[in-house]
């Protein structure tokens, strides 16, 4: 059976587009990958929601594959956006042939709030290509509620179960069944919003697309050495900006600036039919972004 | 530009699939197209939500698409079930490649509540194809949600529009502000439980996948010969299977199996996650099948 | 324990309104409520969701009831619109007052998807009472998703229940299994929309506020004497007008108005912010109610 | 016509419940209110959603509002629960006979999409009761959508307007709208979750129910003296606990039990059917507490 993954902090990769055709920036990908690897992130997924995998074509999904593949050395999760077995197996397999032996699990969402279906639509999955499968509970995008006691079922009948990705709100009760009654590890996501609480609940990490990931690796080592006061110490400087990026609907399109502004993407577009950014907002990402501790503005 | 969809009936092909795998029986397809050609369908949709087309493959995509192609003559709407631009162009690749000039059009989803964001797409897909672009309004699969006054501004701006599908309920009020408005045809859909009052609200017809197309056709056929009250005498005796077909949920394998029980396909499954059919409602299908006019049982 | 709901056609009664001011037009309820005693209906149910309660005062639904408890005779079912129990017991102290003994259930609305809230806050409402209990699960307007085997759960906890109004689509699959595990009896409603599955499937009859009733009284009727087909025959001339009147959001208005155009209310205006009538769809209306057997139009 | 709300934070006060019964528990109310107005409030909001008022009887809401006007002698805003104009009168005359002249403002809901029925609805409960309107657009308690800009309409076309409550997510770009198109002001609620990024685009403050009101205090007085990074300052030892208590659902429940931990009510039940307390999540809201500066905790 594969692997478990790691406990720690996956960024979960944006994909840079440039100029008003929106066409997918390797150079900027291949930069945020690489500061991904160089600031200690334990593992990175790609073409996770984030990553608007939804609105690629095959053939860009392949040059984003590639281009993180070449960049860096960490483990890697790709994220699926099918919700039926088939197409989640083409999919599949393009990630297979380029990432190979680097793929830490395949993330793949829960499908159904039956955890029968949702258990032998993983271990499809698995027999196909013989994944290791995040699990992610993501009804935001998904559409499908599962009760936890219901994931907790499904996940416990799919032994290629590497992690699970809880992202249906309130997730910290949720996590602290899961990890009480799983031998998986549970990411939290949302943007490391519930970072704090999660880690409280059991969580092993987080696993998302926050612009400030170094504010996750800190969290999570603070965490680790010092418990849950110095975690939250670390964290506070980190959380106005994450609640901010956290916004409903305009997100992704936040987050993407604050990365800009960095210096680690050349432009911050997303691609429609994700909301732009919205002026009114820009100024105060910039009092966020200056408020940060030094080396991460 | 492209021309107009025909008014009448288009009727959307279900994937019939067989065995436990589930895979995609060609000869059923070949079958249930040969039967739509036979009763007078305008033309054929295919690839759209009935058709399963988000729980297919891409070979089998051009498998269905090939069988359909070769069994008939009929023009083709073919859908696709992408949200943005990039894997949409994808899939219409694909369609063109394989329907070539017997397309009619391809069916395209509202992809925002904003209309100069759901044209620009729809200008863009055109624009990389050629093809004619049949607006589908269908909230319950694209979760966006248009008021009537933006998608008339959106498909005013869309100069290959060749026809509105309209399946946001209630459609009878939005279909007459869209036919007052628009210029190009607008057609129902939602298993044809509204169609009487599409008509009358100024509809073209309707495309949809209700187990009896026939009555569809009655219906349509009586309301330009006769107005309404003979469309409503021809489509009385279909509108209680129409009814029971449009249940929330369960209505597709509600009409697989409809569609089995006149020999058309040989199983009638559908692709996890969809749900199977209920066995407590099998025997009140039954009665409504043996209540049907007597060819069309 | 309370008597068990008789089986049989159950009216919704609206609340008409007149003028601008929208006032209660009480001669009108009661020519409404009379009618319904005329045509042979079970019993009346008052302050439903379509009697507007919602937005009536206080005092106007105490006028709402004096006023048809002194026009009929009929078995009377009173609904409250609160989902705690303190609000609901106020509600239903009002109706003690006024119904007294004519009280055949008190309905009450799925308060929350956990059988043991549902059941201890319905056995709060019978404690306090006296009341029979009619269990509504109806999440349009409660925004209550409740499983139906947990729904099976509460109602077994809940010795005053006297039915079960099944409004939570798909009916027919729930109240197959309503109907198969509990002793009280099921009634369909949503508009009568699926009264033959339902029957079909076991249920008691219809609570619902059709303007026609007499169409459904038929159809129950025919279903006893006759089984499905002469239900069928009886509901078909029904039909379209009960899927005509079923619209979301503008099924009240529309409903209003037919019930106005048959002479048994002087206005057919809808309280804020209810949607009111599109006036495009009144043609088709007419051409509905033109359609009916002679008697009922 | 009535004046604005003063700028500030407006506490929304829970209603403490006891024992099994849960009955309204009049010490605690008081000592609540008596500690909001001894930190400084600007005014106090009662019977809001966070007051649990669609849970309590007419008596106990009188019961409520009677022993706040004798606790304080703080402006109120009072809450009323329903979206049509008839029981809203009911609730705002119970209102207007218990605080008389100390209602700083009747709080409504957006009741329509329409800015029209929206204004008919806010100048009938003005224009029967005298009192200032707090205009409050909660979608997740209302259910209704409103856009940004009808929201604008709609206001504008209430004089008797004396705030607004932004609580439609993400609310920053929606307050900085309003706040540049009307002349009332604007407050944000939701926990104060947004609070910084909701001064930052024009808000007058906060009108929540966080359970470290002293928080949010510091937050706007920082704001005022010293600006975005002074109120950040402030705020950000609060902050893990406001996303903590912000939790769907639960909110409701960590906030009364934090409530209750610092002495202020005797016990922190809720009453059905709002989620209980998750005992899960107890150790962890400890934590945050006893992070806490001192004299809050």
Redesign the interface.
């Given at each position: 059976m594969p692997e478990k993954l790691t406990p720690g902090v996956w960024g979960v990769v944006a994909t840079p587009f440039l100029g008003s055709a929106l066409e997918v920036d390797e150079p900027s990908l291949v930069r945020l990958a690489e500061h991904y690897e160089r600031i200690g992130t334990t593992g990175l997924t790609v073409l996770g929601v984030f990553g608007e995998a939804?609105?690629?074509?095959?053939e860009?999904r392949r040059t984003v594959l590639e281009a993180v593949v070449d960049a860096v050395g960490l483990p890697l999760v790709v994220g699926v956006t099918?919700?039926?077995?088939?197409?989640v197996?083409?999919e599949a397999r393009l990630v297979h042939e380029v990432v190979g032996d680097r793929l830490a699990g395949l993330m793949v969402q829960v499908?159904?709030p039956?955890p029968q279906?949702v258990a032998?639509?993983l271990n499809a999955v698995h027999d196909a290509t013989g994944a290791g499968i995040v699990v992610q509970d993501y009804p935001d995008t998904s559409?499908?509620v599962i009760r936890t006691a219901d994931l907790v079922r499904a996940v416990r009948a799919v032994p290629s179960a590497v992690a699970v990705k809880a992202e249906a709100?309130?997730t910290?009760?949720a996590i602290?069944?899961l990890t009480a009654e799983l031998d998986v590890p549970v990411f939290g996501g949302l943007g490391g919003?519930?970072l704090?609480?999660e880690l409280?609940?059991g969580a092993a990490g987080a696993m998302t697309g926050f612009s400030r990931p170094e504010g996750l690796i800190a969290c999570v080592q603070a965490w680790r050495s010092g418990g849950?006061?110095a975690a939250?110490d670390a964290?506070?400087?980190y959380?106005?900006l994450a609640?901010?990026e956290a916004?409903?609907?305009?997100g992704l399109a936040l987050r993407k600036e604050a990365i800009r502004r960095r210096g680690l993407i050349m432009e911050s577009g997303v691609?429609?039919?994700a909301a732009r950014l919205?002026e009114?907002?820009v100024?105060?990402l910039a009092?966020h972004l200056a408020?940060l501790p030094g080396e991460v503005r």
């Open positions: 939804a609105r690629l074509s095959v860009e099918g919700l039926a077995t088939a197409p197996l083409d499908n159904s039956d279906v032998a639509h559409r499908v709100p309130p910290p009760a602290a069944r919003l519930g704090l609480d409280a609940a849950h006061d939250r964290y506070l400087p959380l106005p609640n901010f916004q409903a609907g305009i691609r429609p039919p919205p009114a907002l100024p105060q009092r408020a």
